[in-house]
């Protein structure tokens, strides 16, 4: 199973565009990648999910190179309310079995 | 539409009480996942149901843990007797199956246990 490597946490301001980073260096041909979100006392949330290229949904985009080796998550014009952590996973799309890291813990100030 | 439920919020027993933690998918989800984040650490998968089959139980830590989804609808993952070490969040999530455009999983909001 691929392994991800994302900062342990990042900063912003309000109206700021966050980009948050993952490695994923050992990506299969069928791993997919998976941004989750996840705020205090809550179970995670699912943001948004690509293979290849970019991806765009109303809450991020996800931009993914051509070797697939990594993997850029944007959040466009942030507020207080995206303050959370973010994971980063990688798998098969039949691979119910998630595999999660620490994640990166993001912090906007006002 | 109700998203995940899972009963109760929090939890906490003695050292070899037992405990059963209840999961409410969303309705018409086949899949069902039981998760659980251990003080400090991350994110582990326990198991995964198909409708009332178990299709993957790679991630339960030990006999000690049992999940029943009888009928394929709700989930409950009993611990007995309980130690020090299942301290943490369990997590609940479900999904539709395979073709729907993504295989997003559905989280509920988690069970605080805390054995004392």
């Known amino acids: 199973l691929a392994k991800t490597t994302q900062p342990i946490s990042m900063d912003s301001y309000e109206g700021q565009e966050v980009n948050i980073t993952c490695s994923h260096n050992?990506?299969?041909?069928?791993?997919?990648i998976t941004w989750y979100q996840q705020f205090p006392s809550q179970g995670p949330r699912f943001i948004i999910q690509?293979?290849?290229?970019?991806v765009t949904n109303e809450v991020a985009s996800l931009f993914i190179p051509a070797d697939r080796k990594s993997s850029t998550l944007s959040l466009p014009r942030v507020s207080l309310s995206d303050t959370a952590v973010y994971y980063c996973?990688?798998?098969?799309?039949?691979?119910?079995?998630?595999?999660w890291g620490a994640g990166t813990k993001l912090i906007i100030k006002p | 539409e109700a998203g995940v439920t899972q009963f109760p919020s929090h939890s906490v027993i003695e050292k070899g009480q037992t405990v059963t933690l209840r999961c409410d998918p969303i309705?018409?989800?086949?899949?069902l996942y039981w998760y659980r984040r251990v003080m400090g650490k991350e994110i582990k998968f326990l198991l995964h149901?198909?409708?009332?089959?178990?299709?993957?139980e790679s991630g339960m830590p030990n006999n000690r843990f049992l999940a029943e989804r009888t009928g394929g609808t709700y989930s409950t993952l009993k611990v007995q007797p309980a130690e020090l070490e299942d301290s943490g969040v369990y997590f609940c999530?479900?999904?539709?199956?395979?073709?729907?455009?993504?295989?997003?999983?559905?989280f509920g909001p988690g069970t605080r246990l805390t054995v004392l």
């Open positions: 050992n990506i299969a041909t069928n791993d997919y």
């Open positions: 149901f198909v409708k009332e089959s178990k299709q993957d």
């Open positions: 996973l990688v798998g098969a799309y039949s691979n119910y079995q998630l595999i």
């Open positions: 690509g293979y290849k290229t970019k």
């Open positions: 999530a479900s999904s539709q199956v395979e073709g729907r455009g993504s295989n997003e999983q559905f």
């Open positions: 309705s018409g989800h086949d899949n």
